[in-house]
């Protein structure tokens, strides 16, 4: 079993792999984390042990993407979230536009990345932005069982001043009629949701709701339909890692999210959440220590959904 020994020990003997990675430097306010930190939650429902940097606020960044398609699966059913966006991985990067020009089927391949993450956004339900955030607030507030979880406005007005590949990708979206109304509302939101705070502890909450397909084993409560939950968790495993899922799913095999905040948000299917937080990237956009703590856990505990 996992216990705060092993959890130190794992944080003292990744820490240096931080040297290997930076910070993502294309949103000023991200410039400003420590590529020295690295912390890690594990939670099974019962008990939670953290380490290193784990009470450490960062934003959440595209680890929202699962979360938020949860909430619009809710929202809008399979049918018409499927009819936007497609299943399949990509194998380009999270911000390519490529494919919604070559793909056959004018739509986003996959609601990971960020075309797609873009199209799942407008369809959460509201009058207006406030009420959209505070929705898609007041759902994660309830999977990660914390009311102090916020959006950190200088990082939503950072990645508004300077998200001009996404507010490309936005106008090529309405353009093919992915998504409806004001572009620059729908782009706001998505900033918002990706600049909402949260810590480790957050993140394994979260993600062992998912890991037990939705199932809130302490209150006994199903928080989210059993069949969104898997469908979010089997985006994870094919889509969860950018264009290094495929990797990430042979070398560690349990389905997570990551974002360029440096968080990793995984699921080991009715065991653990956990929550990763090392935000020192490499060039996938991927936490490098946080991966390779992952591998060794995944390897220790036999995790693995497939080996």
């Given at each position: ?48 042990f953290s380490s290193g940097n784990w009470d450490k606020k960062f ?77 898609i607030l007041g759902f994660i507030r309830l999977l990660a069982d ?39 509302e729908v782009l706001d939101l998505y900033f918002m949701q990706c ?113």
């Amino acid at each position: 079993m996992i216990d705060q020994a092993y959890l130190d020990s794992i944080i003292k003997e990744y820490k240096r792999y931080t040297i290997e990675g930076q910070v993502a430097d294309y949103i000023p306010e991200l410039k400003k984390m420590n590529r020295g930190d690295l912390g890690i939650s594990v939670y099974d429902g019962e008990k939670v042990f953290s380490s290193g940097n784990w009470d450490k606020k960062f934003t959440i960044q595209s680890v929202s993407k699962p979360l938020v398609l949860m909430l619009a699966l809710i929202d809008q059913g399979e049918d018409k979230i499927f009819e936007l966006v497609g299943k399949e991985p990509t194998g380009d990067p999270f911000n390519s536009m490529i494919r919604l020009e070559t793909y056959t089927f004018k739509k986003p391949l996959n609601p990971m990345i960020n075309a797609g993450a873009i199209t799942i956004s407008s369809l959460i339900k509201g009058k207006d932005n406030e009420e959209k955030i505070n929705r898609i607030l007041g759902f994660i507030r309830l999977l990660a069982d914390n009311e102090d979880i916020h959006v950190n406005k200088d990082v939503f007005l950072s990645e508004k001043e300077t998200g001009n590949r996404n507010r490309s990708l936005g106008y090529f979206l309405k353009d093919i009629r992915c998504i409806e109304g004001s572009v620059e509302e729908v782009l706001d939101l998505y900033f918002m949701q990706c600049s909402i705070e949260v810590n480790t502890l957050d993140l394994a909450k979260m993600s062992l709701i998912i890991a037990n397909d939705g199932f809130n084993k302490q209150t006994g409560e199903q928080l989210i339909p059993k069949k969104y939950a898997k469908i979010a968790k089997t985006f994870m495993l094919t889509c969860g890692m950018y264009d290094e899922s495929g990797q990430f799913a042979i070398d560690v095999g349990i389905p997570s999210k990551s974002g360029v905040g440096g968080g990793i948000m995984s699921s080991a299917p009715n065991q653990y959440g956990i929550g990763v937080y090392g935000p020192a990237l490499n060039l996938k956009g991927n936490s490098v220590a946080g991966m390779r703590m992952l591998e060794r856990i995944s390897k220790d505990f036999d995790m693995s959904i497939f080996l």
